[in-house]
Every structure is written in C-alpha cells, then in structure tokens.
C-alpha cells in the first residue's frame, strides 16, 4: 500500500508523519506493524531494551469542584456533606504514606475550589516543600491553574509569575482529557476551551516552570477529536521548542458518574499510545499508565512508551472504578519478563531533561 510505504519512509528518515498518515495508521495498520514503528520512533530517544520508573503519590487534597464535568466520578459540589478540603496536616500525612513506599514525587491534584486562590496554593505548596526537601511535586494541573487564576483575578501570566516566585517548579498538564472544543461542549462547558488552555500552558513555561502534556481517551470521542489533540499538541510542543517534558495517555474509567458508558479495551488504548509515539515525533518521553491499567499498561512499552509510574494512591481514577496495587516488585517483574531493562529514575530536571 503506496500510504504505509510513505510512512515507513518518513520514519526511518525521522520525518513527521500526517495527521492523515496517523489516521491510517491506527485504522488500518496491524498490532505488529504498530508495534515496529513505535519502537522505531522510541529508539530515536531510547535504549530499546530499557524502561524508566518512578513510584509516586497522587494527593488529592480537595475535592470540591464547581466545572461538573459529566466524566468526573470524584467532584463534589460546594456545600455538599462529603466535600473535603484537607489541612496541610493531612496532606503531609499523605505523603509520609508515599515516603513509606519509597515514592520520590508528589502530584496535587483537586478540583476548581471556588474559595482557593493562587496565594492560597502558593502557602500551601511552600510549606509543603519545606518539609520535603528531597521530593519533587506536581503541584497543581493547568486546568486548576486557569480557574485559580480566574477566581483570583489575575492573568496568566500574573498567577503564573506568583507560583514561580513561590518557588513552584512544576504545574502540569492534567484535566486534558481531550483537547477538542465540540469534546468540550458535550462534557465539560464549564472547564476551559483549548486555545485557553494552551495560553495557560505558555504562561507556565514562560515564567520558567516545567510541564507535561496529558490525554485520557475512551469517552465518545471521535478519531477526529483524538487527531486534534495530537495535532494540537504537536504544534504547541513545536512552538514552545519541545520544553514539554513527557506525554502520558490513560483511559477513562466509567463507574460512578453521569456520563457512564463502557472501558476500552486495552488492545485499543495500546494501539493508540503508538500512533503518539508516531505522531508525536518532538516528545522524548511517552508514559505509559498504570495508574488506569495496571500490569496490561507495561504492554505499553513495546508500543512506543519508554516510562511508568508505579502509583501508590490516587482518588480521582479510584473512584471511577481504577485499582491500584502496592506490590510493585510484581509489576516490575512483568516488564522485566517481557525483556526490558527496568531503571528507577528521580524526578526529571525541569528543563535539561533531554
Ligand atoms: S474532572 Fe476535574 S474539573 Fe472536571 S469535575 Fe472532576 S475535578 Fe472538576
């Protein structure tokens, strides 16, 4: 086929493939084919024979939230008898939990508070980080990022400049989900538009802080929709100069909330993380997620992802219906029995990570 002979050229010459290209790819492409060139593109990065791990908390310190998306099994409204917003205290006592483990990162995740501001999180994060001066945290997602701003009245830029100057050297990019603007409008109108977004994510890296690109498929999303995420974040990632330091797909969990539905089949989200891996040619690290498939998520690594976290809690995918193991050295074992080479890492360097 005069297509897939093209896209084998182009990626033994380490050219971009198209969107087009992509498209053909993951509908017509075999397990095999996909697999081969996925590794082709990880090895441009990679050792073949090598993954990276690092074990890591998810602290969800509130999960009060006003966006409703209809995915979401974890917010609750404000008011609402099970809404929580943890003290520092309890934070902490989540992450000596973590220690215990052996975790090395931590990443704060919430929701849209509509009481927390910038200054708030600021505090929150300093204090944090003074007791735990050999970890490094996450400290909130780009979508929490944008409503904080918001409710503090500030700009971007400003609320961007705030954090760094606090000291913050992360915000990442979770509560991506599916960066499509129809996607937006069915599942979460209150959430943010993706040309917004990116403006978030430009005022993160400009003040010198480092982040991540996300994507969680499995909804009712069309390839469509999945093409102009990719598509999207290729362009972002060339316009920033390849800063975003990893791309980390999961799955969507359907228990427990409006939106409802079924769980993908690992053979898809497999298939998918290649074509990422293909398409995403200026992305040096892709994850593969553990957190929403456990050991079927180390199949990951023979479609193009080099990296994992091995979780030790995170209520979000926990409550749509996610499972997390603690017997890590099980994990490891499944990938080291598929013939990889399995490195704990340390948290990346917020730039020179290449
Ligand atoms: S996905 Fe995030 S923003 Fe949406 S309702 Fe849940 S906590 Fe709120």
Redesign the pocket.
Known sequence: MAIMDNIERKIAAGSPVSRHEAATLFLEADDTTLQRLATQVRARFHKETEATYLIMAIVNYTNI?V???D??S??RLPHDKEGYLLTTEQVCQKIDQMVQHGGKLVGFNG??HPKLRIDDYAKLFTEVRARYPRLEFYEMTV?EFMFSCKVSKVTYDEGAAKLAASGTRWVTGG?AEIMDNNFRKRH?PG?FTVEDYYNAQEAILGAGMGSTATMVIGFDETLEERLNHLESLRTFQDRVGGTLASFLCWTYKPWNNEFGGEEIKTAEYLRWLAVSRIYLHNMRNIRTSVLTKNEDALLGLRFGANDFDLPTEDE?TQKAGATISHDFEHLLTAARNMGFKTLERDAWPVRNWQ
Do not use: D, E, H, R
Request: aromatic letters at 26%; charged letters at 15%.
């Open positions: 939230c966006a409703k998306c995915y979401c974890f917010f929701g849209f979508a509560g979460s959430k979000v």
